[in-house]
């Protein structure tokens, strides 16, 4: 029995600042993670090997800059108004590269808390800050038991999922210090412009792989086996605030493809420099997807699902 096991801390400070907070800097992330591996040979003709993994990610706000209509420099006339003329400048005014993504107490609200009841995968506390978030989990597990006559029976399992959740500020520039003209108009309005968003996806998947093989010595060789995959895929929980309240944007939604299959392989040595050979593999791709709620943000009374086979 051997194993290994290793860890992993890196972090790297973010390349830019934000205009609208000095002490705020974009681009910064860190990771950790652990991981682990395993050799078992509890008999000369039996292998267990086996590899897990877990890991987080946290990214901070991104570098984000735009060119708007008040830097444009000139204005062609007609109803579009202003436009870029000419080249685009070669490096962005430091003023441009910023955002607002100050969680405060109505934000953290509607973002972390959901009062709204907004359509979600999971529990938004998950990533109770601005920028990115992610958890990783990837598992494998291979045994190769050598059997009589020369033959290997073969199985290989593997296990991952993969879950984000991320905010981001849609104005591509701080607006802390603009007031809001729909603040105390429209009811829920935040007192200054805020166009915050967070979404989330959540992953997993399964697959299995079953094979005998004969010999490789033989003048006549063969391969037999089964796989099978499934996955489950969340998307489409992206909600937030904006200048004129919360609001939800998507359709959640989920996805489940699953995928049996058999497959077969015969190879025969007419000569020593001449090998005939077939193969063959017969799958079912089982697709199902659900429409859980609707793009205001209301779940339906029973999901909307499309669902159907195909062969090949």
Same mark, same amino acid.
């Given at each position: 029995?051997?194993?290994?096991?290793?860890?992993?801390?890196?972090?790297?400070?973010?390349?830019?600042?934000?205009?609208?907070?000095?002490?705020?800097?974009?681009? !910064?992330?860190?990771?950790?993670?652990?991981?682990?591996?395993?050799?078992?040979?509890?008999?000369?003709?039996?292998?267990?090997?086996?590899?897990?993994?877990?890991?987080?990610?946290?990214?901070?706000?991104?570098?984000?800059?735009?060119?708007?209509?008040?830097?444009?420099?000139?204005?062609?006339?007609?109803?579009?108004?202003?436009?870029?003329?000419?080249?685009?400048?070669?490096?962005?005014?430091?003023?441009?590269?910023?955002?607002?993504?100050?969680?405060?107490?109505?934000?953290?609200?509607?973002?972390?808390?959901?009062?709204?009841?907004?359509?979600?995968?999971?529990?938004?506390?998950?990533?109770?800050?601005?920028?990115?978030?992610?958890?990783?989990?990837?598992?494998?597990?291979?045994?190769?038991?050598?059997?009589?006559?020369?033959?290997?029976?073969?199985?290989?399992?593997?296990?991952?999922?993969?879950?984000?959740?991320?905010?981001?500020?849609?104005?591509?520039? !701080?607006?802390?210090?603009?007031?809001?003209?729909?603040?105390?108009?429209?009811?829920?309005?935040?007192?200054?412009?805020?166009?915050?968003?967070?979404?989330?996806? !959540?992953?997993?998947?399964?697959?299995?792989?079953?094979?005998?093989?004969?010999?490789?010595?033989?003048?006549?060789?063969?391969?037999?086996?089964?796989?099978?995959?499934?996955?489950?895929?969340?998307?489409?929980?992206?909600?937030?605030?904006?200048?004129?309240?919360?609001?939800?944007?998507?359709?959640?939604?989920?996805?489940?493809?699953?995928?049996?299959?058999?497959?077969?392989?015969?190879?025969?040595?007419?000569?020593?420099?001449?090998?005939?050979?077939?193969?063959?593999?017969?799958?079912?791709?089982?697709?199902?997807?659900?429409?859980?709620?609707?793009?205001?943000?209301?779940?339906?009374?029973?999901?909307?699902?499309?669902?159907?086979?195909?062969?090949?």
């Amino acid at each position: 029995l051997a194993l290994r096991v290793g860890g992993s801390h890196v972090f790297e400070g973010g390349q830019y600042t934000n205009s609208g907070d000095p002490n705020e800097t974009f681009g !910064d992330r860190k990771n950790d993670a652990v991981s682990a591996q395993m050799l078992f040979e509890p008999a000369s003709n039996l292998k267990i090997t086996g590899f897990f993994s877990y890991g987080e990610m946290h990214d901070g706000p991104p570098a984000q800059a735009a060119l708007k209509n008040t830097e444009f420099n000139c204005d062609l006339g007609g109803t579009s108004g202003s436009y870029w003329c000419g080249a685009l400048p070669n490096r962005m005014p430091e003023a441009l590269i910023g955002g607002n993504y100050d969680l405060d107490a109505a934000a953290y609200d509607i973002l972390i808390d959901n009062v709204d009841g907004y359509p979600t995968i999971f529990d938004p506390s998950f990533n109770p800050r601005s920028g990115l978030k992610r958890r990783t989990v990837q598992a494998d597990l291979r045994i190769d038991w050598e059997m009589g006559n020369g033959m290997l029976l073969s199985s290989i399992t593997a296990y991952h999922t993969d879950r984000t959740q991320t905010a981001l500020d849609l104005t591509f520039r !701080d607006t802390s210090g603009y007031p809001n003209p729909n603040f105390g108009i429209i009811p829920g309005a935040p007192s200054f412009n805020h166009w915050l968003l967070n979404y989330q996806t !959540d992953i997993s998947d399964f697959s299995q792989e079953i094979r005998l093989t004969s010999a490789q010595t033989n003048r006549l060789r063969w391969t037999l086996g089964a796989s099978y995959f499934t996955a489950d895929y969340d998307n489409g929980a992206i909600y937030g605030l904006n200048v004129f309240g919360s609001g939800n944007s998507s359709t959640l939604r989920n996805q489940k493809p699953k995928t049996p299959a058999i497959f077969g392989a015969l190879y025969f040595d007419i000569t020593q420099d001449l090998t005939i050979g077939a193969e063959g593999r017969y799958q079912w791709d089982k697709i199902e997807s659900s429409i859980l709620a609707s793009s205001s943000g209301v779940y339906y009374p029973e999901a909307l699902v499309s669902k159907a086979t195909f062969k090949s």
